[in-house]
């Protein structure tokens, strides 16, 4: 089976085992201020592991998109990748291990295909310190299963990882009991560090062997099933929620929960047999492209091609789940995806039109599973390109200063002129010298630091007085233009579209600047329409007002438009535009304010609402000035 076919499978195995299949959640979470990305099937499902109802039930079942960012500097090796998916079934107090387990080795088996013979274990051995007992429940469930095969399924203590390369394996042994580092969950760390009330389990996980692949001792003398030599690779993980963290002990929990992920990914290496996640149905085709496009092979240019595949299909969900390049946040990740594949293309003879080529390839892989995908196709592609565009441009100019800069060894005012004059990545500079061979000096990255510092502190003196949501002053005036671009926001979406979402905004006594994401320019006349929409809710008088509520209501049912990548509390602070007798308001966005109590402030001594200039900002995102003249 390929990855498309297996992931299909699971979605109807599951089904018929009483799930119901929820679609994934975006990369960017909506909710969870904690982190920039979707990195695990589990995380969007927290609230309910923790307690919260499932409109859709007790029993679920989903295939997730993942993005870890962390990952990047480790692909080019043979398994590892930034975007992934999860294959994830949970029971919201449900089923239990009983039906867990014999579950996923019959679809691994049966379903997919694979050798139990090739099918490894590992459960909880307990921790004596907290009372909690060794998982032989699990245990003794997976010998029954391997036993109805007539595979040998002895068990073995190991404990920690370093254990494991110090013990290794003996013939006959395929269930393994590991300590807290390795087959015990919660969302934090070390099992000692769990606080009060947290709840947390057991798990147990399922290795695919390839026995082709010998051991590399420099990870440890001895194979193990948690090695991270390649022979074993983990493709599913059964955590089994069943114990709460009291003042004094663990109790167990009145409802316990399963939380099953399953790499879509790893599952499909192991369908047919290879190391090599490359290899796959869902990313071979990539490379078979780069082959065609480089005249190059990819056993010649393993590591490079890996690096365009992977970084370019996250990219591809990235600007699919409405993200766009920048110098922040997710969109930072973005971007430094997209640099690292354009300079690998380089290595490969790829001078251009890359994304091009290779994003109708990645969209051809997905469309048919994700309808977003398709919808949003031609989009993700003109966003791409544009950026590829762009740093291609930076590229060459970069390297070629790179050359005359670097004749004589790298240092950090170097490293700091590449990045500040030509605008080329720091972390493409550290790549270059790696690449080339150039010695770093002994100071060199400490020096890039302290200039960067410098100019941190030069900016942060620069904006002094800026205020958060870029208002520059808490003036009558300050306040007409903040509420004018409110009404901006809302007038944008209704003549562009709703992917239309602000990026950002800076507000003077003279004018509004407003930056949204747009993937090309607005003609004249969308920016009319939007300036006849606005002067005439400004002619509606409409009545400003706000109210709190919490941020998950605010953000869901009621709809409330926010900025992209803002982070928020609990609760926020909703303003509402709304004509008299209107059903429902023209505005209802989350800001903090201050704005005027009624639009027709806006209209004082006959002034009217005029944009003035209409500009790109970066790649994906437009920039439009306005003033009330």
């Known amino acids: 089976m390929n990855a498309q076919q297996i992931r299909a499978a699971y979605l109807d195995f599951c089904k018929k085992n009483g799930h119901v299949v929820i679609p994934r959640a975006l990369l960017v979470p909506q909710n969870d201020p904690t982190t920039l990305f979707t990195g695990s099937g589990m995380q969007p499902l927290m609230p309910y592991l923790l307690g919260e109802a499932h409109p859709e039930g007790t029993r679920l079942v989903d295939s997730q998109t993942c993005l870890r960012a962390q990952d990047i500097e480790e692909v080019g090796d043979n398994r590892h990748t930034t975007f992934f998916e999860m294959l994830g079934n949970w029971s919201l107090g449900d089923y239990f291990k009983a039906e867990q387990l014999p579950w996923f080795f019959e679809f691994l088996t049966e379903v997919v295909g694979i050798d139990p013979a090739r099918l490894y274990v590992t ?24 036993d109805a095969k007539g595979v040998a399924a002895e068990r073995a203590d190991i404990g920690s990882e370093a254990d494991g390369y110090a013990r290794g394996m003996k013939p006959g042994e395929r269930i393994f009991f590991y300590d807290a580092s390795k087959n015990w969950w919660w969302r934090g760390n070390k099992i000692k560090d769990m606080p009060v009330g947290e709840p947390g389990g057991g798990d147990s996980e399922v290795f695919y062997e390839f026995d082709f692949v010998e ?53 499909a290496m192991a369908a047919i047999n290879s190391p090599d996640v490359y290899k796959i149905s869902l990313l071979w085709p990539i490379i078979e492209k780069l082959e065609a496009l480089s005249g190059k092979k990819y056993d010649s240019y393993t590591t490079a091609m890996r690096v365009i595949a992977d970084h370019l299909r996250g990219a591809a969900f990235l600007a699919v789940d409405g993200v766009v390049p920048s110098n922040k ?27 091009e080529h290779v994003i109708p390839v990645i969209a051809e892989l997905y469309r048919a599973d994700f309808p977003e995908v398709l919808e949003r196709e031609q989009q993700v592609i003109d966003v791409l390109i544009k950026e590829e565009k762009i740093f291609r441009q930076t590229l060459r100019k970069g390297l070629h200063e790179f050359s005359k800069l670097t004749q004589e060894g790298l240092t950090g005012a170097t490293i700091f002129k590449l990045y500040d004059t030509y605008g080329f990545p720091v972390e493409l500079t550290y790549e270059e010298a790696y690449k080339q061979n150039i010695q770093l000096s002994d100071t060199a990255k400490q020096d890039f630091e302290q200039l960067m510092q410098a100019q941190r502190e030069r900016s942060q003196t620069a904006s002094k007085g800026v205020f958060k949501g870029g208002l520059g002053g808490h003036t009558l005036q300050h306040k007409k233009y903040h509420t004018a671009t409110h009404l901006m926001y809302q007038a944008l979406r209704q003549v562009l579209g709703d992917h239309v979402i602000q990026r950002g905004s800076n507000i003077t006594e003279e004018r509004l600047r407003f930056d949204f994401s747009h993937p090309e320019k607005v003609t004249p006349e969308q920016l009319k329409q939007v300036e006849d929409i606005v002067n005439e809710q400004i002619g509606n008088d409409l009545k400003v007002s706000w109210a709190e509520y919490p941020t998950e209501e605010a953000r869901g049912p009621l709809g409330a438009l926010g900025q ?13 535009m709304i004509a008299d007798g209107a059903d429902k308001p023209f505005s209802f966005e989350i800001c903090g304010g201050p704005h005027v109590d009624h639009t027709a402030q806006l209209a004082e001594d006959g002034k009217r609402f005029k944009i003035v200039k209409e500009e790109a900002s970066s790649a994906g995102v437009r920039r439009i000035k306005a003033v009330l003249q």
């Open 123 to 146: 459960c909880f051995i307990g921790d004596e310190e907290n009372g909690i007992p060794k998982d032989n429940d699990s245990a003794d469930i997976w010998k029954k299963l391997f």
């Open 215 to 267: 051991h590399n001792a420099d990870f440890g003398p001895h194979c193990h099933p948690n090695c991270d030599c390649g022979r074993f690779v983990e493709i599913g993980n059964s955590v089994f929620m069943e114990y709460v963290r009291g003042e004094n002990r663990f109790e167990k929990l009145p409802k316990q929960n399963v939380d099953f992920g399953g790499g879509l990914e790893r599952i």
């Open 329 to 355: 946040e997710q969109g930072y990740v973005m971007r430094r995806l997209m640099r690292r594949a354009i300079r690998f293309a380089f290595d490969l003879g790829i001078e251009q039109a890359l994304c």
């Open 564 to 576: 992209f990548g803002d982070r928020y509390g609990d609760t926020v602070k909703v303003y509402k």
